[in-house]
């Protein structure tokens, strides 16, 4: 018996740690794939609701198309990439840079926000690409922008940005 209530209390500690942070469903992809990340928002800010939710998108994520989401608006802001990218045999120098949703999220409500992305071959198979965003309420936010020292563990941080793990690239055409 003391086994398991040890184990729910692990449980649950886990649990709600995890859901005090804004992370991805998905949180690795191959190298060279089209990736469709799955932001989790799990709260708002001191019990108030989330008005505007903004994503930045790391260089070497290229072609990013932000998925509708009812009742929300979504503004897509474009830049230059460092470098020209290859996409399916058209050079791709610019592209979205950040996606902000704007509605609103109760706070006793849970709801996730998505994007499609290409990640390309640039981006180092074995490290982790992070994701900052920014959720906005009426009187203030969270920024979920730290992102780790190398080595350092992202649970160790008070607001870590989402972070995707780039595996090994698979052999097969990916789109």
């Known amino acids: ?6 184990t729910v209390a692990a449980l649950a500690v886990t649990t709600s740690s995890a859901f005090a942070h804004v992370n991805f469903e998905t949180r690795e992809a191959k190298q060279g794939s089209t990736y469709l990340g799955t932001l989790g928002i799990g709260h708002g800010c001191e019990g108030q609701a989330t008005l505007k939710v903004r994503l930045q998108i790391p260089e070497g994520v290229i072609a990013v198309k932000p998925v509708p989401k009812a009742g929300w608006s979504i503004e897509i802001i474009k830049g230059a990439y460092e470098k020209t990218y290859d996409y399916y045999g058209t050079p791709m120098s610019e592209g979205p840079k950040e996606l902000i949703w704007t509605g609103a999220l109760s706070d006793a409500h849970f709801d996730q926000f998505s994007f499609r992305g290409k990640l390309t071959d640039t981006l180092e198979a074995g490290k982790t690409v992070y994701f900052p965003v920014v959720q906005e309420c009426a009187d203030g936010a969270h920024k979920w922008v730290e992102i ?11 607001e ?6 780039i595996t090994e690239p698979s052999h097969s055409h990916d789109h």
């Open 1 to 6: 018996m003391k086994i398991i209530l040890t």
């Open 148 to 158: 780790p020292a190398e080595g350092q563990d992202p649970h160790d941080l008070d």
């Open 160 to 165: 870590p940005a989402p972070g995707l793990m």
